[in-house]
């Protein structure tokens, strides 16, 4: 498997700091963003954190197998999904730990959405509302569920479009790392197929930008590049009230 990708983040039209982080790890085919929340650059801070840690998780355990994780593997995963699940949950740790120590952090988080390609299966994890689709065949899918009150609500009763336009809770994360001291994280595996693409982004961009206007900008245009600078241009142009962060991977099977 050949991974070819794509990263880049952009502060937006409404923003003066860019809270978002994204990690872009051929070595260890490893890819985050990861959005920040909190005032003060708490909440910058707490993005870099998540992406620093889960590098530095998987770089320890690519040389090492048998190096003592810092939580106990759970026997209804695999070892690929209970690496990626650990390195997350260290984040949260270390977020978490931050914010205790220091007033300043005190209430920072971050979301985070994470795509793994392994030696046969692709591994997303993720906690919050960044978002991981998968592009193939033409048509986009979201691989990710969004831990917001927003989908909670949606989950317990249907809503109206305008419901929805109107919900005046949409910004609330119901999960993200650095709230308590652990943290559960989702982890999902899926079987590549020749070409598939994987995107992952802050709310940033699918606030503001509706998967079948994804999909219609991914069908049109097969440069990755091109296509995320365009993806963010679109996000930034329908108000770009978020900072905006995209990361596409497309898988080569050879």
Known sequence: M???VIGK????????????????MPEQRLYCVADGMGGHFAGEIASKIAI???AEFFRLTSTDRDVTWPFKMDKTRNYDENRLAT????ANARIYEAASGDPNYRGMGTTIATVHFAEASVYVGHVGDSRVYRFRDG????VTEDHSLLNDYLKAKKLSPEEIEAFPHKNVIVRALGMKDTVQVDV???????????????DG??????DEEMAQLLRETADLE????????RANAAGGNDNVTCILARCRLE
Do not use: Q, W, Y
């Open 52 to 54: 620093d840690e889960l």
């Open 87 to 90: 390195g997350i949950k260290l």
């Open 226 to 233: 091109e296509a995320c600078t365009k993806l963010i241009e």
């Open 2 to 4: 050949r991974i070819e």
């Open 205 to 210: 961009l699918s606030g503001m930008v509706s």
């Open 9 to 24: 983040s952009h502060v937006g039209m409404k923003r003066n700091i860019n809270e978002d982080s994204f990690l872009v």
């Open 139 to 142: 048509s986009l899918e979201l």
């Open 188 to 202: 999902g595996r899926f079987e590549p197929r020749d070409r598939d693409v994987f995107l992952l982004c802050s």
